[in-house]
Each structure stands twice: as C-alpha cells, then as structure tokens.
C-alpha cells in the first residue's frame, strides 16, 4: 500500500496493511521556478518595501473555513482580499506573487492525514511559510529556514 504520510501510514497499518511505502510529495520542478530565480518574478518583500505584504492560501473555497480562524491575528476584514480561480497552468505564477505562503490547519484527524502538498508548492517558488505545526507540516516546515 502506498500512503502520503507517517499518519496514513499507521493507519493503514492499524487496518491490517501488510506492505506500506511513503513516496515524497513532490512538485514539477519545471513548472515551480523559485520566485527570485525568473525574468518575470518579484524580489521577495522586504520591511522598507512600498506595496504591501501579500499572504497566500492555496485552497478549495471548502477550506475557507482555516483561513477565517486567522482573521484576528490578520486584522481581517480591514485588508484587501483577492480570490483568484484556480488554473494548472498559472497556478505557480500566482503562488510565485505571494511574499508568505499560509497553512492554519486544525490539529484533527483528517488534517493530520494532509500530505502537505501545499508547502511544497510554496517552498518549490521560493515563499517562506507560516503553517500550523499538524502532522507533516511539522516535517516540511523548518523555523528560520523555510517558515
């Protein structure tokens, strides 16, 4: 059996797997250019830097719901929101914008069972992250280094 994480992993095991691979998660390294590595990318935000800061959340509209947590912390609704409609192909682009990739996640089974392709989107192009420290983002996020 193959499972996207240790906790998949050990719940397929509780089930009676008898064999159980973890492949990576990974991402299409031709497609995820680091942000400062392109012609056509920004440089990343920094403190004295004009235009705002831009925090990212890559998401069906069915997890919308992660986000609304942050609202105090980010002041919302006093910012300005933008929800672009997904597409494969402009999708690192658009992540590729966003100065810090978010990913608030409950501490709960099923988001335990998240594989954190997400993180790997975002490291992929370069953008630091904030992500809660649930099940593999605990592995993909390394503070000071990454998120």
Not at 2 to 8: D, I, M, P, Q, T
Not at 49 to 58: A, C, T, V
Not at 64 to 78: I, N
Request: proline letters at 10%.
């Amino acid at each position: 059996m193959v499972a996207g994480n240790a906790h998949l992993a050990a719940r397929a095991q509780q089930a009676g797997a008898r064999w159980l691979e973890i492949p990576p998660t990974v991402v299409d390294i031709a497609c995820y250019v680091p942000r400062n590595a392109g012609p056509q990318t920004e440089e990343l935000h920094t403190p004295d830097d004009p235009r705002p800061l831009r925090i990212g959340w890559i998401s069906t509209m069915t997890a919308m719901h992660f986000v609304r947590t942050l609202a105090a912390p980010l002041q919302l609704p006093g910012i300005h929101t933008e929800t672009v409609a997904w597409n494969e192909t402009g999708e690192a682009g658009e992540i590729a914008r966003v100065d810090v990739g978010i990913m608030p996640l409950p501490d709960s089974p099923w988001e335990r069972g998240k594989c954190g392709y997400t993180l790997v989107q975002y490291t992929a192009c370069g953008v630091p992250v904030v992500a809660s420290p649930v099940g593999v983002n605990r592995e993909r996020v390394e503070p000071e280094l990454n998120g």
